[in-house]
C-alpha cells in the first residue's frame, strides 16, 4: 500500500466529530438575527406609531413583518447554501424540514407586509385599495423588481408544499427551489430604494448589508466556487456500471487526487453525468463503498428518470459533483458500539460505513430489510464482512404487517418492536444507530429505538425523501 493511500486510510477512520456547540451556535445566531430585527423596528419608532392612529398601526405592523420576511429569507438562503459545518451538525433532512419551516415564514410574513402596508397606505391616502397597489407597485423606486421577486418566492414556497412535492421528480423540485436565490436578490433594490428601515441609523445599514453580504458569500462560495474547484481538481469519470439486481446498478469512479476529496462513508454527493437530455439536473446518490483513495462507488435503484439514467451510462462519461453531504458519519459517533438499521436502497451508505468504520469482533449488527432473497443488495460484500470482522446480520424478509406500523416483517407482529430489538440486541442502549430507509420505516426503527433505552445522541439516520 502506498503512503498516500495508507495515510488517507488513517485519516478516515479518525474522522473529525460534529461538536454539540455547533448545532447551539448555529439555532442561536438565528434568534438572535430574528429579535435584532425587533429591535431595530422598535428603535425607528414601530412602537410608538402602533398607538396613533389606525393608519400608521397598519403601516408599521407592515414594516415589522416586512423586515421579519426579509430577515427569514435570508436565513432560508443560508440554510440552502451547504456551508459544511451548519451540514454536518443538521444533515441534510432536517435542513430541508427547516429550510421549508422558515421558507412558508418568510412568505407568510410577505403576504402579510404586501396586505398591511398597502391597507396602511390606502387609508392614509384615502384612496381604493386595489388603486394604492397599482400605485406601488407602478411609482416607487424597485418595485417592479420586489413584485417578480415576491411571485419567484410564492412559486417556491407552492412547490414546496407536501402535496406539490409529490406531483414533481426531485430534480425539477430542485430546480424551483433555486428561484429563492433569484427572489432575495430581486428584493433587495426596494429594500435600498424604499426601505427606510434598511438605511434608519448606521446599525440598522451594517446589519443588513451584512446580512446580504454573508448570505450571497455563503452561496458564492458553497453552492458555486467549491464544486466548481472541486469537479476542476479531480475530473471524475465512469470507470464500469455492475449490475447489482434487476433494477440496481453500482457505478465506479475513477478521477485524479481522489485522496484528497474530503469524503467518508455514509456521505451523498449529487450527481449529473454528462450524456442525453436532461443532464445537467442533479440527482443524490450515496457512496455505496468506503472511499479508498482511488476510486468512489455510488449503487442507484430504478425509481424513476432521474435514477434510471446510471444505468444507462458508458465508461469514460464524465461525472460531475456537488458534496460531499450527509452527517450519517462516524463523526457523529459516541461509543464502540454499533447497530445499522437498513431497508431496500438505505444499504448503501451502511454498507460503507460497515466497511470504514472500526469496531471489535461482535460489537456491531446490522439488520437488512427486504422484501425478498432477490432484493438484498451487498449481500455477498456483507456476508464477507461478517465472516472477517465479525459483523452479526439480521436480514428481515417478507411483507409488513398492515395492522401496526412496524419495522419489522409480519411474522413479528405479535411482539412489540422494542421487545424483538432487546431480544436481538440486549445492550442495543450501549450501541450507535444508524438507520436509513424509507420515511415512515425510519420513524418505526427510531420510535423502537426510544423506547428500548438508546438514548437520543446516539441515534443517526438519514431519511430518503425532500
Same mark, same amino acid.
Given at each position: 500500500m502506498s503512503t498516500t493511500l495508507a495515510a488517507y486510510r488513517a485519516a478516515v477512520r479518525r474522522p473529525r466529530p460534529v461538536r454539540a456547540w455547533w448545532r447551539d451556535a448555529a439555532g442561536l445566531t438565528a434568534w438572535l438575527s430574528l429579535l435584532f430585527v425587533v429591535a431595530l423596528w422598535v428603535s425607528g419608532r414601530g412602537l410608538q406609531d402602533l398607538g396613533t392612529s389606525p393608519e400608521a398601526f397598519l403601516t408599521s405592523t407592515g414594516r415589522l413583518t416586512g423586515l421579519l420576511s426579509a430577515d427569514l429569507l435570508l436565513l432560508q438562503v443560508l440554510l440552502m447554501a451547504r456551508i459544511p459545518w451548519v451540514e454536518r451538525t443538521y444533515g441534510q433532512d432536517e435542513l430541508a424540514r427547516r429550510h421549508r419551516l422558515t421558507g412558508f415564514g418568510s412568505i407568510t410574513h410577505l403576504a402579510a407586509h404586501v396586505v398591511l402596508i398597502s391597507l396602511g397606505y390606502a387609508a392614509t391616502d384615502r384612496s381604493g385599495l386595489l388603486g394604492e397597489v397599482w400605485l406601488l407597485v407602478t411609482t416607487y423606486p424597485g418595485m417592479l423588481l420586489a413584485t417578480a421577486g415576491t411571485a419567484a418566492l410564492a412559486m417556491v414556497a407552492v412547490t414546496s408544499v407536501r402535496a406539490a412535492r409529490q406531483r414533481l421528480r426531485y430534480e425539477s423540485w430542485h430546480l424551483l427551489q433555486l428561484? =429563492?436565490?433569484?427572489?432575495?436578490?430581486?428584493?433587495?433594490?426596494?429594500?435600498?430604494?424604499?426601505?427606510?428601515?434598511?438605511? =434608519?441609523? &448606521?446599525?440598522?445599514?451594517?446589519?443588513?448589508?451584512?446580512?446580504?453580504?454573508?448570505?450571497?458569500?455563503a452561496v458564492l462560495v458553497f453552492r458555486v466556487g467549491q464544486p466548481l474547484w472541486l469537479n476542476a481538481r479531480h475530473r471524475?469519470?465512469?470507470?464500469?456500471?455492475v449490475r447489482e439486481g434487476p433494477d440496481v446498478v453500482s457505478v465506479y469512479l475513477r478521477g485524479r487526487h481522489l485522496d484528497r476529496l474530503p469524503a467518508v462513508a455514509g456521505q451523498f454527493f449529487i450527481w449529473r453525468f454528462v450524456s442525453g437530455p436532461g443532464w445537467t439536473r442533479g440527482k443524490p446518490f450515496s457512496l455505496s463503498a468506503a472511499p479508498d483513495g482511488t476510486r468512489l462507488r455510488i449503487t442507484a435503484k430504478d425509481l424513476g428518470p432521474g435514477s434510471r439514467r446510471p444505468a444507462t451510462l458508458k465508461p469514460g462519461t464524465r461525472a460531475l459533483f456537488e458534496g460531499p453531504y450527509g452527517r450519517l458519519t462516524g463523526t457523529v459517533r459516541k461509543g464502540p458500539k454499533l447497530a445499522m438499521f437498513a431497508s431496500g436502497i438505505g444499504i448503501t451508505p451502511l454498507r460503507a460505513l460497515l466497511a470504514e468504520l472500526p469496531y471489535g469482533a461482535g460489537d456491531a449488527v446490522l439488520f437488512h430489510r427486504a422484501?425478498?432473497?432477490?432484493?438484498?443488495?451487498?449481500?455477498?460484500?456483507?456476508?464477507?464482512?461478517a465472516a472477517r470482522r465479525s459483523v452479526r446480520i439480521h436480514y428481515l424478509l417478507g411483507r409488513r404487517s398492515h395492522d401496526r406500523v412496524s419495522w419489522l416483517p409480519a411474522n413479528y407482529a405479535p411482539v &412489540?418492536?422494542?421487545?424483538?430489538?432487546?431480544?436481538?440486541? &440486549?445492550?442495543?442502549?450501549?450501541?450507535?444507530?444508524?438507520?436509513?430507509?424509507?420515511g415512515a420505516w425510519t420513524e418505526a426503527v427510531l420510535d423502537s429505538a426510544r423506547r428500548a433505552g438508546v438514548p437520543a445522541d446516539r441515534v443517526h439516520s438519514e431519511r430518503f425523501g425532500w
Amino acid at each position: 500500500m502506498s503512503t498516500t493511500l495508507a495515510a488517507y486510510r488513517a485519516a478516515v477512520r479518525r474522522p473529525r466529530p460534529v461538536r454539540a456547540w455547533w448545532r447551539d451556535a448555529a439555532g442561536l445566531t438565528a434568534w438572535l438575527s430574528l429579535l435584532f430585527v425587533v429591535a431595530l423596528w422598535v428603535s425607528g419608532r414601530g412602537l410608538q406609531d402602533l398607538g396613533t392612529s389606525p393608519e400608521a398601526f397598519l403601516t408599521s405592523t407592515g414594516r415589522l413583518t416586512g423586515l421579519l420576511s426579509a430577515d427569514l429569507l435570508l436565513l432560508q438562503v443560508l440554510l440552502m447554501a451547504r456551508i459544511p459545518w451548519v451540514e454536518r451538525t443538521y444533515g441534510q433532512d432536517e435542513l430541508a424540514r427547516r429550510h421549508r419551516l422558515t421558507g412558508f415564514g418568510s412568505i407568510t410574513h410577505l403576504a402579510a407586509h404586501v396586505v398591511l402596508i398597502s391597507l396602511g397606505y390606502a387609508a392614509t391616502d384615502r384612496s381604493g385599495l386595489l388603486g394604492e397597489v397599482w400605485l406601488l407597485v407602478t411609482t416607487y423606486p424597485g418595485m417592479l423588481l420586489a413584485t417578480a421577486g415576491t411571485a419567484a418566492l410564492a412559486m417556491v414556497a407552492v412547490t414546496s408544499v407536501r402535496a406539490a412535492r409529490q406531483r414533481l421528480r426531485y430534480e425539477s423540485w430542485h430546480l424551483l427551489q433555486l428561484y =429563492a436565490y433569484l427572489g432575495a436578490g430581486l428584493a433587495l433594490p426596494h429594500q435600498l430604494w424604499t426601505g427606510a428601515d434598511f438605511a =434608519a441609523s &448606521p446599525v440598522a445599514t451594517v446589519f443588513w448589508w451584512t446580512a446580504y453580504a454573508a448570505a450571497v458569500g455563503a452561496v458564492l462560495v458553497f453552492r458555486v466556487g467549491q464544486p466548481l474547484w472541486l469537479n476542476a481538481r479531480h475530473r471524475l469519470v465512469v470507470e464500469q456500471v455492475v449490475r447489482e439486481g434487476p433494477d440496481v446498478v453500482s457505478v465506479y469512479l475513477r478521477g485524479r487526487h481522489l485522496d484528497r476529496l474530503p469524503a467518508v462513508a455514509g456521505q451523498f454527493f449529487i450527481w449529473r453525468f454528462v450524456s442525453g437530455p436532461g443532464w445537467t439536473r442533479g440527482k443524490p446518490f450515496s457512496l455505496s463503498a468506503a472511499p479508498d483513495g482511488t476510486r468512489l462507488r455510488i449503487t442507484a435503484k430504478d425509481l424513476g428518470p432521474g435514477s434510471r439514467r446510471p444505468a444507462t451510462l458508458k465508461p469514460g462519461t464524465r461525472a460531475l459533483f456537488e458534496g460531499p453531504y450527509g452527517r450519517l458519519t462516524g463523526t457523529v459517533r459516541k461509543g464502540p458500539k454499533l447497530a445499522m438499521f437498513a431497508s431496500g436502497i438505505g444499504i448503501t451508505p451502511l454498507r460503507a460505513l460497515l466497511a470504514e468504520l472500526p469496531y471489535g469482533a461482535g460489537d456491531a449488527v446490522l439488520f437488512h430489510r427486504a422484501r425478498m432473497q432477490a432484493d438484498l443488495l451487498f449481500r455477498r460484500e456483507l456476508e464477507d464482512l461478517a465472516a472477517r470482522r465479525s459483523v452479526r446480520i439480521h436480514y428481515l424478509l417478507g411483507r409488513r404487517s398492515h395492522d401496526r406500523v412496524s419495522w419489522l416483517p409480519a411474522n413479528y407482529a405479535p411482539v &412489540p418492536d422494542d421487545q424483538v430489538l432487546r431480544h436481538l440486541v &440486549p445492550d442495543i442502549a450501549e450501541h450507535d444507530v444508524y438507520v436509513c430507509g424509507p420515511g415512515a420505516w425510519t420513524e418505526a426503527v427510531l420510535d423502537s429505538a426510544r423506547r428500548a433505552g438508546v438514548p437520543a445522541d446516539r441515534v443517526h439516520s438519514e431519511r430518503f425523501g425532500w
